[in-house]
Structure formats: structure tokens, C-alpha cells
């Protein structure tokens, strides 16, 4: 671990310094196989995610010296970034810049790259070897934390999991821990930019780092991107990705600065301002709201008085596995045989079964497979991204097949038991509206359909939710707009 310090010179050449590493970057990217840099979950950001990152920084010029973290630095173009802006917009003062980087292949083009920022903006360096995860330093030292960390997920029992166990649930992704390692070394009122998955801002699987973060930073900036395809230069990404701005402190701002554009050439930028508590949920989801009408969506929900849980009714996800259990599965009704449903079986908002596929009936004895004939609202636990609704739903009612005493789920249904007709019909209207389709969309970028997350949305009270119910069951249209129509007498 070298400190380089340098003094400033004026330097000659038409590039700037972000141009140059750029282009040195795309020399080495082409050089390494994109299998071999997915495997580590390496992606470099492109140099207009890289100046859009570092606009969002705060300038202080009152500060003499401040440093940077930039762990999982790659090829350095958000440390370079960083300091270009800050010395443009007439930062003078003291710079020092730490990266972290463990790939052999990519330490020259790095050094060389803050070799060349060094000399032309009179700054100090340092580049780590070391696991960042790794080091058992703890101490707030970096005013200023930028990074596009490692999309990688790991065993629970690595040892960079094992290092951070209050923000780990289950095997978690190196980047999520990489942010909370850099919060934990941020100085109070300091900031951090991350260019990272959106996977973080609900679910159980990421509560423990949720509350962490919170309990340390509020969130200042987000942007987000339309597509998840033209995020990084080159690469195929498919997670839903974001930029974020968080500051260490527990005062949180009023509202949150929220931006949106179709690609990372930021060309057609959106920008609107959102309550701070309609996007940080009391639960602690993270809303990420791109327009006024999403905006609304949220006021009108988050002010309802239970959510399916209060209510009991909550969503489970469905028992069999076929795959797994081929022992059980017959393709035709035979003795003792009672029908396992799957996603198809949703049609037009009700459960048609059978329809003339393979394993649609299963014989067993085992009590973990069965589950009693009654009424359910099935709902697709996957959908495409190009369809029209996430929530895709469906009712079957204890009418319906009543020769059956016991039914089966497949696993990529989700399952919500009611304890009548009137229920199934309420529930079957929330998840059936354009409003709460519209919520879910907000709240989840990714085309799972998660149960913890549904069984924390807002909903009417029990008996609201069993007379919206009666009102569809006299209608018989189980379609959208009349969804909408119903819902809208009850949540304004």
C-alpha cells in the first residue's frame, strides 16, 4: 500500500483525464472475456453513469481536504469522474482518493489512470490490494464514498458474509455488503453514491441491511433507469438498476430528488420531487416513484388501515415443486388423484382446471403436499417484463370442484385462503385493479411476484374488503375496469 502524492502541473492534451481512462478502459474490457468478468460480477461503468454520479455530490468548498473511498474501483473512472467535477466547479483544496481493487489484470490500467489524474489535478492516491470486505478497520474516515460495487451473490458462510453478520440474511450479494462496509467508514454528514441493483429496496431477504442503513443514512437522490438493458456499455445486465445518494445522518430531508431516463446516456432526463415518507416506507420498502401519478398511487395506499396480514389473509407460495416430486404427478385422473393447479390454470380471473397438460393431478398421502379444497385467489408468482400487469390473478372457489376434498399448488403460484366466496371475490378486486398493480409495480422491479411483499401492502379493513366482494359477485365481471370501478368507491 503506496501513497503517491503528486503536484500539480498544467496539462497539455485536448483529453481529459475521464476521456483518457475511458478509453484505456474500453481497451481492457475488450481484452477480457465478458464470461469471466460475469463471473466476478464485474461491470464498468460507462463514463456518462460515471459523470451523472459524480455531479450529484455536494461541493463544500469550505473544507480544505476531503478524501474519497472508491472500493471495487476497477479501472477508476468514478474516482477520475469525482475529482474532475469537484476541481471544475473550483474545489481547491486537498484531495485524496483510496481505491480498493483485487484483479491482477486490471491494477495497470488503474495506476495508470490515477497516475495521469494525479499529475493533472494535484492530487493524492492510494491503491489497496486488500479484501475491503475483509479489513477489520472500522473508523469513519472518507468524506466521500462513490462505487459500482460487485453484482455477485455468495454462501452464508463466506467469510466476507461471516465479516458483516447484522446486515446478512440468508447468502447475500457482494454489494450490498460493500455499501454497508463504506457507510460504516463514512464521516457523519458525508455522502455516498452507488450505482447498484434495485433488489435491495424490499423483502425480507434485505431487511436486516434496510434497517442498518437507515438507522445510519437518509436517502437524498435516486435515478432510475427505464431500461434495464443499456445500463453499462456492452454488457447484458438484466437486474433493474438504480443510482442512489444517501448522506450519514438521522435527519431526513422533506423530499427526495427523484430522476429518471430511458438509458445511461441521460439524454431525455426526468426529474420530480417526492415526499421523503412516500418513498421510505415505515416498514422500511423503498419506494422507487418515476411520476406525479406514482406519487398518488402511493398517498392513496399508504394511508389504509391493514394489509393482508391484520386481515388473515395472507399469501403463500405454492407446496410443489414438480420437478422435485415427479413421483407424486399423474397426467390423468386416477384413483385417489386430486388436481395440483399452476400458473396456466389463470384464466380471464378464474382457475380452469384441467387444461390438458402433463402432472396436472398428483396421488400422495403426505399431508406437507395437500392442502384443503376451498376459497383461494391464485395470483402468477412470474410474469414477463412486457406484459401488461404484474399481478395476474385468479379465483377458485370450494364450489368449483367440490368432488375434491384436498387440492395441490405448484410452486409458481402464489395462493391467499379466504374464508368465503365474498372474501376471494374482495381480495380478487384489490389484486386485480390497475391500483394495486400499479403499487406493486412501484414497489418490486423485477418480474417475481414475492409473498412477504404482497402480505405488506396496505389494504382496506376486513369488512370493506368483503363488501367490495358483494359488489363484484352481483356484477359477474371479473375484468380490470370494473375492478377499477369498484375500487374507486372505496379508495379515493
Known amino acids: 500500500m503506496t501513497i503517491f502524492p503528486v503536484f500539480f502541473h498544467t496539462f497539455a492534451s485536448e483529453m481529459t483525464s475521464l476521456e483518457k481512462a475511458y478509453a484505456a478502459t474500453a481497451a481492457f474490457v475488450e481484452s477480457i472475456p465478458k464470461a469471466q468478468r460475469k463471473r466476478y460480477g464485474q461491470f464498468f461503468t460507462s463514463r456518462k453513469s460515471a459523470e451523472y454520479m459524480a455531479g450529484l455530490f455536494s461541493l463544500q468548498k469550505e473544507k480544505t481536504r476531503q478524501s474519497i473511498l472508491d472500493a471495487g474501483a476497477g479501472t477508476g473512472l468514478l474516482s477520475i469522474a469525482l475529482v474532475e467535477h469537484l476541481r471544475n466547479e473550483g474545489y481547491n483544496g486537498q484531495l485524496f482518493v483510496c ?3 483485487t484483479d491482477n489484470k486490471v491494477l495497470p490500467v488503474l495506476t495508470a489512470n490515477l497516475d495521469e489524474l494525479a499529475k493533472r489535478y494535484n492530487i493524492t492516491y492510494q491503491i489497496i490490494t486488500d479484501n475491503f470486505l475483509l479489513e477489520e478497520v472500522q473508523e469513519e474516515r472518507y468524506d466521500i464514498v462513490i462505487g459500482n460495487p460487485p453484482y455477485l451473490k455468495i454462501p452464508k458462510d463466506a467469510p466476507e458474509a461471516q465479516a458483516l453478520p447484522e446486515v446478512c440474511y440468508g447468502a447475500p450479494n457482494l454489494y450490498f455488503l460493500f455499501w454497508a462496509k463504506s457507510i460504516q467508514q463514512l464521516r457523519p454528514g458525508g455522502e455516498l453514491v452507488y450505482i447498484i441493483p434495485r433488489s435491495w429496496t424490499s423483502g425480507a431477504y434485505f431487511a436486516r441491511f434496510r434497517n442498518f442503513l437507515f438507522r445510519n443514512c437518509v436517502i437524498t437522490d435516486i435515478h432510475i433507469f427505464d431500461s434495464r438493458e443499456k445500463v453499462f456499455d456492452g454488457e447484458s445486465v438484466l437486474q433493474e438498476t438504480m443510482i442512489i445518494k444517501v448522506r450519514k445522518t438521522v435527519t431526513h430531508p422533506e423530499h427526495v430528488s427523484m430522476t429518471a431516463s430511458s438509458s445511461s446516456d ?3 432526463l426526468r426529474h420530480y420531487e417526492v415526499a421523503y415518507n412516500a418513498v421510505v416506507a415505515p416498514n422500511e420498502y423503498v419506494f422507487l416513484v418515476t411520476s406525479a401519478e ?8 399508504n394511508r389504509l388501515p391493514d394489509t393482508l396480514q391484520t386481515v388473515q389473509m395472507k399469501m403463500h407460495t405454492g407446496i410443489i ?3 422435485r416430486t415427479r413421483e407424486v404427478l399423474r397426467n390423468k385422473a386416477v384413483n385417489g388423484a386430486v388436481p395440483l393447479f399452476y400458473s396456466h390454470h389463470i384464466r380471464n380471473g378464474r382457475v380452469v382446471w384441467p387444461a390438458g397438460e402433463d402432472g396436472e393431478y398428483m396421488v400422495t398421502d403426505r399431508t406437507g403436499f395437500l392442502q384443503a379444497n376451498g376459497n383461494y385467489v391464485f395470483v402468477k408468482r412470474f410474469t414477463s417484463k412486457e406484459e401488461h400487469r404484474r399481478l395476474q390473478c385468479g379465483i377458485l372457489l370450494a364450489t368449483d370442484y367440490p368432488q375434491y376434498e384436498h387440492i395441490g399448488t405448484q410452486n409458481k403460484i402464489n395462493f391467499i385462503k379466504c374464508a368465503t366466496a365474498e ?4 381480495i380478487y378486486i384489490l389484486l386485480n385493479s390497475t391500483l394495486y398493480d400499479s403499487y406493486y409495480r412501484i414497489l418490486n422491479g423485477s418480474t417475481q411476484v ?10 382496506p379493513s376486513h369488512d370493506t374488503i368483503i363488501e367490495m366482494g358483494q359488489q363484484l359477485m352481483v356484477q359477474n365481471d371479473l375484468s380490470e375496469a370494473t375492478c377499477n370501478n369498484i375500487i374507486r368507491q372505496w379508495i379515493t
Not at 372474501?423 to 374482495?426: K, L, N, R, V, W
Open 294 to 301: 406514482e406519487s398518488q398511487v402511493l398517498t392513496m395506499l
Open 321 to 323: 415443486v414438480d420437478f
Open 99 to 101: 481505491c480498493y481493487e
Open 450 to 459: 414475492n409473498s412477504t411483499e404482497i402480505n405488506a401492502m396496505p389494504v
Open 266 to 268: 441521460f439524454a431525455d
Open 423 to 426: 372474501e376471494a371475490y374482495g
